[in-house]
């Protein structure tokens, strides 16, 4: 090959990448997105419900998804810090929303809000949980709650009835391993984490949701006798052996199948677990059944969570486009689209679901759930989730420090001690997400 | 003119070494989440260091698991490389099956430990429990969790060991391995008086390396166990991912960093030394 040759070549490849760019210039606005990882069919789905129908709805712009995989917050957090980033921002959760907008690489969305009628779209409450010092920088994407898990084909063998009490589901534990089942199908061998699922549990449950809003505002202590009872319920719990000899050995999803197989009898866990009840209890004859978590004071309480939220990138060229890709998502036609392909993932905070479509082939059972929470949401019958509501140093402490309390390293009084600590300096530096006010 | 070659290198090492280096010390005195401006803090991150006592049990672990290194795998890797030294037949298959887990990728062995040996529900360990044999994960149990990571790791990396050990075996002058076995040394005085004499530069070199690496040890920690249960697996890399990167709380992550290069700078002075002493003779 000829030296010109080689260079002309060079040149050409060096120039591939622009293309696009030079491409679009002058007709279409590019509106980048980045996304965690998701399986070939769900990056198909994105690529059929979303990207193809909002390009040509909107003939401005051009929408295009990159696939960052599980290290995306590690990516976006060094992007969005030299300045650049993608348009619509995809964050792991309101803590890193709060700390984002500190340092002023979102866009404050209320613009658009009400120009877009955002606000009698969406639930007012988690409109309020994407604010950062007044103003609006976040949607959540999804939302969740943690309820219980059940295996309601066995539940009927033994007459047994779903728990509504506190005091109902430690009898029927009993009973439980009395029989020489595993109360609770839980583990976290491959998600730590999944410890403050249950903190989350006793904290509203035991604890209540008013004194977990006390907490996170700072209008109590951490060490809170109330907070101080719940942690001391789940260790109870911890050591009446109600999670099993292999908790730290079972993954999430081998725990859950255990339910579908009747050796453990509950599950508590996350409406995400909807997504391996076709997994687990079709292959099982087993028929799922899955209630609120019961409390102290009487009714189940609904654990929020928020899995994701989605912004704008301050130093967006095409802030319209990326606002324009956020009011495409929060719509009726994208929910039932969506969740009828991908559940679990695409739960948006809607304010009303009766215009939204669902497939028949979602599970009645996860349709259901979604719109009692959604009422219970609206009622104000919510609670706190630990990895929406605290700080990032606080809430890595509760996942480890937890063990620490079970396997008997430290009291739960050390640990509420350090725990405080920890939510205090965090909350001196404006690290604590927003919580919204009690209904 | 020929000094001009080391342009490239020097580039590469200020770039990617040196500046990185420089930040993450800069880094260790400043108040800073990874996303907005970093302060200035002082000492304020060593100090809460220090005060932590998941530092000072990471700290311990990252000693023991320096401890454990130090003898198991090189006594293996000895022991096996001095065998395909004397029974030469089959010791090419032999190298390959000890070198195969060093080529597979950490977390597919970290993984097949974890799936396929240690679970008790798809494991070895789950099957002899069904037979009546209860064997309890390692992994999940705060005495034994390191031993079970640290097992995993070792079965990764004493072939490597072992074939670098073989390799300087080699090199051993056969007479002297010959005027030996005339005079009838057996095994153990062969090993002692000629066969580890011969390649003791070797052992240290790989014992240094071994005390840098192991306070770099991360990969099958992270992976089996996350540093639980309880914190009983942590270590010095762990403690400091998990603050630049759950925590948001990078100065510190920092600070764990410049402790962990503090054992690698030991390790590498006497390196460097080894090496001068062996340029000089």
Known sequence: MQRRTLLKTGLGLAALPLLPRLSFADDKKPVGFWYESASPENQDSLKTILIDPFNAAHPEDDLSIDFRGTDLDKQLRIAMLSGSGPDVVFTAGPSYVASMAQAGQLLPLDDYAAKLGWNDRLLPLFTELGKYEGKLYALAKTYETLGLFYNKTLFDKNSWKAPT???????????????????????????????????????????????????LTGAIPWTDPSIQAAIDKLDEWWQKGYFGPNYFSLTLEQAFAQVATGQAGMAPSGTWSFTNVPTYFPPNNAEPAFVGFPSTSGPPVYALGIGSTLSVNAKSENPDGAAAVLDYIFSDTFYGAMNSAWQGEWNLPLKDLSGAKLSDKVLPLYTETMKNLSTAVGAGQYGYTTWTFLPPATDTYLVSGMEEVWLKKISSKDYLKKFDETFQQEKAAGKVPAVPKRA | MHRLYLVPTLIINFVIVLVPALLTVVLAFCNWDGISTPTFSGLDNFRALLADSVFWSALTNNIIWTGIFLVVPIAMGLLAASMLLIVRRGSNFFQVVYFLPVVIATVITARVWQGM????????????????????????????????????????????????????????????????????????????????????????????????????????????????????????????YRHAFYDLNVGQAAAAALVISLFGLVGTFFYVRLQTQEGEQ
């Open chain 1, 165 to 215: 009490t506190i005091a109902e589901l430690e009898a029927l534990a009993d009973e439980m391993k009395a029989k020489g089942l595993v109360p609770f199908g839980a583990g976290n061998a491959d998600w730590r984490p999944a410890n403050e699922h249950h903190v989350s549990i006793v904290l509203n449950s035991v604890a209540g949701p008013e004194n977990v809003y006390k907490a």
């Open chain 2, 117 to 240: 040996i240690y679970s008790p529900v798809t494991g070895v360990f789950g099957m002899l429990d069904r037979m009546g044999l209860p064997v309890a994960n390692p992994l999940a149990q705060p005495s034994t969790a390191l031993f079970g990571v640290a097992t995993v790791d070792l079965w990764h990396w004493w072939g490597f060991l072992c074939v670098i050990f073989f390799a300087a075996l080699r090199q051993v002058p056969q007479e002297q391995i010959e005027a030996a076995r005339i005079e009838g040394a057996s095994y153990g005085q062969m090993m002692r008086y000629v066969l580890l004499p011969a390649i003791r530069p070797t052992i240290m070199l790989m014992m240094i390396m071994t005390v840098i690496w192991s306070f770099l040890a991360f990969d099958f920690v992270y992976i089996l166990t996350q540093g639980g249960p309880a914190f009983s697996s942590e270590v010095l890399s762990t403690l400091a």
